[in-house]
Nanobody, 123 residues
Framework: QVQLVESGGGLVQPGGSLRLSCAASGNIVRINVMGWYRQAPGKQRELVAHITDGGSTNYADSVMGRFTITRDNTKNTVYLQMNSLKPEDTAVYYC?????????????????WGQGTQVTVSS
């Protein structure tokens, strides 16, 4: 059973920083893309950033230059360093991973989601 566990959310003042972490565990064979999405109240879930197993990254325009996504392939973990936070960054942040796992002799490729972590930017 594959699980994604996020940590690092919380309350921060505008201009502050937070670092989110997401660790994937289970019978994982390979993780292709790991990413962060967010969903604010009344809005659709949107991509924040993602990173491939080769290290290529992609960011939403709204976070470009402020957020940095990295991953540690030895730990199956992805990080999101968030700097210069704004009130509009307030949302539940979800980790996502496209990966291959193995169970009962078969291989499965699918996308997994974490449970979400709340980020609130407010004075």
């Amino acid at each position: 059973q594959v699980q994604l566990v996020e940590s690092g959310g919380g309350l921060v003042q505008p201009g502050g920083s937070l670092r989110l972490s997401c660790a994937a565990s289970g019978n994982i064979v390979r993780i292709n893309v790991m990413g962060w999405y967010r969903q604010a109240p009344g809005k659709q879930r949107e991509l924040v950033a993602h990173i491939t197993d080769g290290g290529s990254t992609n960011y939403a325009d709204s976070v470009m230059g402020r957020f940095t996504i990295t991953r540690d392939n030895t730990k199956n973990t992805v990080y999101l360093q968030m700097n210069s936070l704004k009130p509009e960054d307030t949302a539940v942040y979800y980790c996502n991973a496209d990966l291959m796992s193995r169970a009962t002799g078969a291989y499965y490729s699918r996308s997994y989601w974490g449970q979400g972590t709340q980020v609130t930017v407010s004075s």
